[in-house]
Nanobody
Framework: QVQLVESGGGLVQPGGSLRLSCAAS????????MGWYRQAPGNQRELVAI???????NYEDSVKGRFTISRDNAKNTAYLQMNSLKPEDTAVYYCYADVLVRTGPARYSPLEVWGQGTLVTVSS
């Protein structure tokens, strides 16, 4: 019904940069929030950054000043620019979207959607 397709993960050296993309498609009427979570081995999934439809943002403390989340509402796409990467940023990054989907004529339902995850490895 609704899919999130992520791209942009990979291997980068400490201090390097990566840009993640997340494109939403399907029977979407509107998208409220889009965000990125991450999960490192042995850890719980944690929020990295989130952006509302109006452009409001929130970041996990350890990434403030290094990561920037943005979105292109016309393309239903969110981006996460990650700079000054550290080994502790190594994790699987998951895209998240809070959407309103069409379920029939003039009928809509809220839905939370997750991407499949993309691996980010920061290592020398």
């Amino acid at each position: 019904q609704v899919q999130l397709v992520e791209s942009g993960g990979g291997l980068v050296q400490p201090g390097g940069s990566l840009r993640l993309s997340c494109a939403a498609s399907g029977s979407i009427f509107s998208i409220n929030a889009m965000g990125w979570y991450r999960q490192a081995p042995g850890n719980q999934r944690e929020l990295v950054a989130i952006i509302t439809a109006g452009g409001g943002t929130n970041y996990e403390d350890s990434v403030k000043g290094r990561f920037t989340i943005s979105r292109d509402n016309a393309k239903n796409t969110a981006y996460l620019q990650m700079n000054s990467l550290k080994p502790e940023d190594t994790a699987v990054y998951y895209c998240y979207a809070d959407v309103l989907v069409r379920t029939g004529p003039a009928r809509y339902s809220p839905l939370e959607v997750w991407g499949q995850g993309t691996l980010v490895t920061v290592s020398s």
